[in-house]
């Protein structure tokens, strides 16, 4: 997969989470203000981040959704502060608003991280990320969590998604897909999409796992550190392109575990 200027073609890389949102569900993950978030990808890159995912809603169980313009607002100028701090940094901002998108990609960014896989808009986002060259993240989601067939409607879902995207002419070569743990799934659901990922490889996309510190590991979310290290050691097996965490750092070790035990770069 293609993101601004590097090539990821195997091994599983670390998408550090930084959130500029007052309600995301795990708190430590929250910042305020340019030199905060200036210091968080800092250290991310450092700790062994190769892409940073910028939100600025939560998109917790029970969260209040914000509008187009107040995600902008809350972006202000950070994009391109980072852009210009970092300038070989893939930069991935969350959202599902393509006028968010636009906006995000005109002060620098590279990857649009979708929760609802181009889907939200009646085609308005794969437009946005098309005319940019732009590359993307589609995730599976739900509005009500029932399945007929669980691994069925999820590809499906995809499938649609995908197939957006050839329409839209964004280039195959910029997409990745994600299974979305957490996004209108039971917690059995949950441990079902983790423990049988490699399912997705039907697709034919590289993939991104995202189950940091999630409900599904139980307890709270301080807690909820170890169960994420295995989830990440469990993407590395299944040779998932990408992990997006919290913990950077912690993740990052795993990771170089896992291939210096098993020859592989």
């Known amino acids: 997969m293609i993101i601004r200027n590097k090539t990821f073609e195997s091994g599983t890389h670390v998408m550090a989470i930084i959130n500029l949102t007052p309600d995301s569900f795990f708190e430590l993950s929250r910042v305020k203000g340019e030199l905060e978030v200036l210091d968080r990808a800092e ?40 852009r210009s701090q970092f300038p070989d940094i893939p930069i991935s901002i969350d959202t599902y608003y393509h006028e968010v998108a636009k906006y995000a990609l005109d002060q620098g960014a590279d990857l649009i991280n979708d929760i609802w896989g181009l889907q939200y808009d009646n085609g308005e986002m794969a437009k946005v990320i098309a005319k ?37 002419k964004i280039d195959p070569n910029k997409i990745c897909l ?14 079902e999409m983790l423990n049988n990922y490699d399912k997705l490889n039907v697709l034919g996309y590289p993939l991104l796992l995202g189950t940091s510190r999630k409900r599904m590991f139980g307890g709270d979310p301080l807690d909820r550190l170890k169960p994420t290290l295995d989830s990440t050691l469990t993407a590395c097996k299944k040779n998932i392109l990408f992990v997006r965490v919290h913990d950077v750092k912690e993740n990052k070790e795993v990771i170089d575990n896992y291939y210096a035990n098993n020859n592989r770069n």
């Open 43 to 82: 250290r991310a890159i450092l700790d062994g981040a190769e892409v940073l995912d910028l939100g600025a809603q939560s998109t917790r169980p029970g969260h209040t959704p914000v509008s187009a313009k107040e995600e902008i607002e809350r972006f202000g100028n950070i994009i391109s502060s980072i």
């Open 132 to 168: 940019y060259d732009a590359s993307c993240c589609l995730m599976h989601n739900s509005t009500t969590g029932v399945y007929k067939d669980y691994w069925g409607d999820v590809i499906s879902f995809l499938r649609k998604s995908l197939e957006i995207a050839k329409e839209a």
């Open 178 to 191: 994600d299974g979305g743990v957490g996004f209108g799934k039971n917690i059995d659901e949950c441990w």
